[in-house]
Each structure stands twice: as structure tokens, then as C-alpha cells.
């Protein structure tokens, strides 16, 4: 049934009207959070932290508005004329909404370079409250990320949520990455870390190609490059698929150089035997190494890659097992009894290929 005139010029004017309002709630909540944050001026750490919760409650007379407040509470956050602490409630109280409608408003203060970067810090959280759709998000965070100069707290603010959303190209992260040099230690490292993560989630060859680079970059046995290594080891399938001719140097190169790690040379394992048969002399040398995990890995691997020259090394192996003390039990290692069946199994199996050949 279709509206009388009368009606639908009411209903018309409602939206309006609401914005209207919404725009009045806003403006009225932080104008009183503006005077609780004049009386914080010279007062102590307690008399601060009471006066804040009681700015963060008038929260509750905007959220009723919900999409409506987006808006005005954008233009307040934007607003130099504004304290900001003031302003920073305005970018909190936008991702409160939970509403895509703050999408904008929180991505325009998050890219512009002359915000205060607490402010922008603020609109990284209040981005990843929102549920909209991981591309757009991804796009804006990866636009900050490559922004030169990224002040530093800001920067981890932004490459949190990347880790899980990784980069449409991997230019920025890869630039992080190398920020710190060679040898990064405690946050430096942490931030390197994220970064590397980052590429691991950002598809395509091209972040391989980076992973590959950084693992060379990295020192032998430093955390960076086991951390390059793990990534890299996401990124397993890139690999494979169009970057063999230039990983087998690097993974020939870190199997000998990172043989004392043997978290990361299982890594390597894997690695190198997602290239194929190119990789059976990589890893014929790992039958005698000196970790049974390392060495169970890759007996698997040479057992699918048909490595019947491997066979003879791996029988020794298992015919010394009893009194091979890579085979005893170890506080927070894998059981041994395990590892040793699956080098009998990589046995039995080449001893099938070996027998089909002949």
C-alpha cells in the first residue's frame, strides 16, 4: 500500500532529522568529554584514569544512533580545534560502532600523515572491529604501511592485523623486513617477524622471491632467518611452482649452514623437497644427521622423491637403531620410537622402487 503525500514527505525528512540528532549526541558527548579532559590538567595518575572512564561511558548516549554517528564522530576526529585526547575518544567511539559506515572516516584519519599518530593508532583498532570485507581492509593497512617513515608504534599497530591479511604486493612488507639490518634483536626483531609473516600471506611468486632473498640477507643460525625460513615455508607451493632454479642455492646453502637448528631444518626439509627430484642430493647428506627428527623428515622425503641412492644409508640406520642414541628419548623432543618407523617406512618403500626397477 503506497504512502499518502503527507506521510511519505514525513518519512522523508525522518533521515534527516535522525542525522540531525545523531550529529547533536556527538557533538554534545564530546564537548563533555572536552571538560573532563580540562580537569585531568595537573591532576594525578587515579584522579586521570576515573576522569577517562567517564569520558569513555558517554559512549552510550551515541550508540543508539549506530551508522548515523559515523559521521559526525569522523568530522570531530578530524577536528584540530579539539583537544587531542578529545579527538582520540571521537576514533575510539568509532570503532565501537561496529558499523561499516566508519569505515571511511577511520581510513582517511589512519592514512593522513599530519594526524598524531595515536590518533591513527586508534583508527588500526577501530578497522579491525569492523566487519567489512578483507580486501578493503587490507588495502587500506597495506596504503599505510607503505607510507615512508611510519612512526614505530604505529608501524606494529599496522602490521598486526596484516599478518592475518597479508599485502596485494609485498613491496612494503619486504622494506620492513630490511628496516632493522641484518641482525634485528627485541622489538626490532618482533617487527621483522611480523613483516616476514606478512609476506608469507601476500599470494603470488613475488613474495617468495623476497622470503628467498631474506633468508641469504639474514646471518646463519640468527632468529631473523629462521623466522625468513618459516615463512618461506608458507609459502612452500610459490615455491615450487616457479622459484626452483633460484631456491636450491639458497636451501643448499642453509641446510649446511643451519644443521644445529632442527626446528628450521625441518623447515628446510620440507622446502627443499617440494622441489622435486633436484632436491634428492640436497638431502642425502641428512642421513646421517645428528637430530632423528631431522633425519626421519628426510627419509621421508627421499622416499617419495624415489631416492633409491638414499636406501643403503638409511638400512645402516635402522639396523643401529637400538644402539644409536639419536633414538633415545629426549625431554620435548618427539617420540623416538615414531621417528624411527617412519625411517623403516621410507625403507620399505624404496626397497619396493629399487625392486621395480630391476
Given amino acids: 500500500m503506497s504512502l499518502a503525500p503527507a506521510a511519505l514527505l514525513l518519512a522523508l525528512a525522518a533521515v534527516p532529522a535522525r542525522a540531525e540528532t545523531a550529529g547533536r549526541s556527538v557533538a554534545r558527548a564530546l564537548d563533555r568529554a572536552q571538560a573532563l579532559v580540562a580537569r585531568e590538567d595537573g591532576a594525578d595518575a587515579l584522579t586521570i584514569a576515573a576522569l577517562d572512564r567517564e569520558a569513555g561511558a558517554l559512549y552510550r548516549g551515541i550508540a543508539p544512533h549506530g551508522w548515523r554517528a559515523a559521521a559526525p564522530l569522523g568530522a570531530a576526529a578530524l577536528d584540530a580545534r579539539r583537544p587531542v585526547k578529545v579527538r582520540l575518544f571521537a576514533v575510539v567511539f568509532l570503532g565501537r560502532l561496529g558499523d561499516p559506515a ?84 627485541g622489538g626490532d626483531l618482533d617487527t621483522v617477524a611480523r613483516s616476514l609473516t606478512v609476506l608469507s600471506r601476500t599470494r603470488g611468486a613475488a613474495p617468495a622471491r623476497d622470503l628467498l632473498s631474506l633468508v641469504s640477507y639474514f646471518p646463519a643460525l640468527s632468529p631473523a632467518r629462521a623466522d625468513a625460513i618459516a615463512a618461506l615455508a608458507r609459502k612452500r607451493s610459490a615455491v615450487a611452482a616457479a622459484l626452483a632454479p633460484q631456491a636450491l642455492p639458497v636451501l643448499r646453502e642453509a641446510l649446511r649452514t643451519q644443521s644445529d637448528d632442527p626446528a628450521t631444518m625441518t623447515q628446510l626439509v620440507g622446502l627443499a623437497s617440494s622441489l622435486g627430484a633436484p632436491a634428492r642430493d640436497l638431502l642425502l647428506p641428512l642421513v646421517s644427521h645428528p637430530d632423528a627428527e631431522v633425519l626421519a623428515d628426510a627419509a621421508a622425503a627421499l622416499a617419495r622423491l624415489r631416492c633409491v641412492k638414499a636406501l643403503p644409508g638409511l638400512e645402516a640406520v635402522v639396523a643401529g637403531a637400538m644402539s644409536d642414541p639419536r633414538f633415545a628419548p629426549k625431554p620435548g623432543r618427539p617420540d623416538p620410537a615414531v621417528l624411527l618407523e617412519r625411517v623403516q617406512t621410507a625403507v620399505a618403500d624404496l626397497r619396493r622402487d629399487r625392486d621395480a626397477r630391476r
Fill in 102 to 185: 566508519a569505515f571511511a572516516p577511520l581510513s582517511k584519519i589512519l592514512l593522513d600523515p599530519g594526524q598524531d599518530p595515536e590518533l591513527r593508532s586508534a583508527a588500526v583498532d577501530g578497522l579491525a572491529a569492523l566487519e567489512v570485507p578483507p580486501e578493503p581492509a587490507r588495502r587500506v593497512l597495506c596504503a599505510a604501511l607503505s607510507q615512508p617513515e611510519l612512526p614505530r608504534p604505529l608501524l606494529d599497530e599496522v602490521l598486526i592485523p596484516l599478518t592475518r591479511l597479508g599485502c596485494a604486493e609485498p613491496s612494503a612488507p619486504a622494506r620492513v623486513a630490511r628496516a632493522f639490518g641484518a641482525r634485528p634483536s
